[in-house]
């Protein structure tokens, strides 16, 4: 059944909402109204399905509405205290429309990364709190490789797998112990601010997809956005990004101390999306993060150099 976009009370719908592209999970669209033009995000029956899941968005969205003073954050819109909203058993979040498209390597310049480096340093420096969401950084999750491996369908990418089990098992676990010797406090973050999530008008940035958002250890964001921002597209580093990026972060928070620990968390991201793949069975994605991993400890080692 299609879902009545008209019942979310955004004035009448002038034209047919139009399909937009990007999401991996969720169907996002373009909804036109006599009121003005809004982003609406379907969430995944199966997602919206898992225990929490709701609350855990709505949380994610408050985060948002609460950095949204500090950085050009594209908040949802609230309905009565709330921004996921139900209906017809399915559930939506409303977002005003944001004009501007996403740059990826190798078009990200230097002025790119030097916006960016300043909205994660504001974010980061600002010590915001958020109702609903603990101030505690998020912990990985145990991963039974072998288990995964035995329930994966036989495919060209469970060869992969096979051969980079021991790998993982050894990154797992390091992930989990570094997670905890991390020192610095949390802070309140989008905590996936790779170039897809941001919309640029010009030079100016405008910060979208906040479903990850809460709290995380600052050193490890900010090692997991230099690495989206340097890359070259070739699988290697733009250190003039990189070095635009540190500038600019620099100039609201430090940046320095024991990384090692911070490059061994660092992996914890890839390997929960790996795991969600592998059960998912997604060929594309088992196969580019398997890539992201293989070039992540390299291209760390790499600005630790500018970093320390």
Not at 55 to 61: A, G, M, T, V
Not at 269 to 294: C, F, G, I, K, M
Not at 299 to 308: F, G, H, K, T
Request: glycine residues 8%; contains cysteine; hydrophobic residues 45%.
């Amino acid at each position: 059944m299609a879902f009545r976009f008209d019942a979310l009370g955004l004035g009448r719908v002038v034209e047919p909402p139009k399909a937009l592209t990007g999401g991996l999970l969720h169907r996002v669209f373009r909804v036109d109204t006599d009121r003005g033009a809004y982003a609406v995000k379907l969430i995944d029956p199966e997602v919206a399905g898992r225990p929490g899941a709701i609350d855990n968005i709505e949380n994610s969205e408050g985060a948002a509405a609460a950095l949204a003073g500090v950085v050009p954050a594209v908040a949802a819109i609230a309905f009565d205290g709330r921004r996921v909203r139900g209906i017809d058993g399915r559930w939506a979040v409303v977002y005003p429309w944001a004009e501007g498209a996403s740059v990826f390597p190798p078009d990200i310049t230097p002025a790119h990364c030097a916006a960016v480096g300043d909205a994660l340093g504001r974010m980061h420096a600002a010590n915001v709190r958020a109702p609903g969401i603990a101030p505690e950084a998020a912990r990985m999750p145990e991963i039974d490789w072998p288990g995964l491996l035995m329930k994966a369908p036989a495919a060209r990418w469970r060869t992969r797998i096979e051969s980079a089990l021991p790998d993982l098992m050894r990154w797992s676990d390091a992930a989990r112990v570094a997670e905890g010797r991390l020192s610095d406090p949390p802070v309140l973050s989008h905590r996936d601010l790779d170039p897809k999530n941001v919309l640029w008008q010009g030079l100016s940035p405008r910060l979208i997809d906040w479903e990850a958002a809460g709290y995380v250890n600052p050193q490890r964001e900010l090692l997991e956005v230099l690495l989206y921002w340097a890359d070259d597209g070739k699988g290697g580093l733009a250190l003039c990004n990189a070095e635009a990026l540190l500038t600019a972060y620099r100039r609201h928070m430090p940046a320095g101390g024991d990384w090692s620990d911070v490059i061994a968390a660092g992996r914890a991201n890839h390997l929960e999306w790996l795991a969600h793949s592998v059960r998912q069975a997604s060929e594309e994605q088992v196969l580019r993060t398997l890539d992201a991993l293989e070039r992540y400890g390299e291209n760390a080692r790499r600005l630790i150099e500018i970093l320390s």
